[in-house]
């Protein structure tokens, strides 16, 4: 049996006539990050990536405008075979902080509540496990 170490990635927009980025979270952030802010280096679109496990990516998009204004954050992240997708959500926040994670608190907006599910899923001991007990509390 093999183990996918790798996963493709194409760095796209779900609307191209929509504004977009794409980034991958860097390795090496902290808890500073939350207030202190992480430089990011864009990723272009169409961009052909190969993710290890465990890459995390923010992608955010303004809502069309016909539709709804405003815009659409996310956090992904490299598991099994594809890039798992997150909304962080006022849920999450409340659980990280629950569990202790106090340092994690500071900062508001929505990238900065990527960078603390991050943080806060590089911490545990099962990533996979970890990031699936956060998408089944959303769907609560």
């Known amino acids: 049996?093999?183990?996918?170490?790798?996963?493709?990635?194409?760095?796209?927009?779900q609307d191209s006539r929509c504004k977009w980025f794409q980034s991958i979270i860097p390795d090496n952030i902290?808890?500073?990050?939350?207030?202190?802010?992480?430089?990011?280096?864009?990723?272009?679109?169409?961009?052909?990536?190969?993710?290890?496990?465990?890459?995390?990516?923010?992608?955010?998009?303004?809502?069309?405008?016909?539709?709804?204004?405003?815009?659409?954050v996310m956090i992904g992240i490299a598991l099994g075979d594809s890039v798992k997708w997150l909304i962080p959500n006022m849920k999450i926040k409340?659980?990280?902080?629950?569990?202790?994670?106090?340092?994690?608190?500071?900062?508001?907006?929505d990238v900065n509540a990527c960078f603390r599910i991050a943080l806060y899923l590089r911490r545990q001991e099962n990533l996979q496990e970890s990031f699936l007990k956060l998408q089944n509390l959303i769907k609560e």
Request: hydrophobic residues 35%; glycine residues 10%.
């Open 1 to 13: 049996m093999t183990t996918i170490t790798t996963i493709t990635h194409i760095a796209k927009p």
């Open 94 to 109: 409340m659980l990280i902080k629950s569990e202790g994670h106090a340092d994690l608190m500071k900062g508001s907006g």
């Open 30 to 72: 902290t808890a500073d990050a939350l207030t202190d802010g992480v430089k990011l280096n864009y990723l272009r679109k169409g961009a052909d990536l190969e993710l290890e496990q465990g890459q995390f990516l923010i992608d955010s998009e303004a809502n069309h405008h016909r539709n709804e204004r405003g815009y659409r």
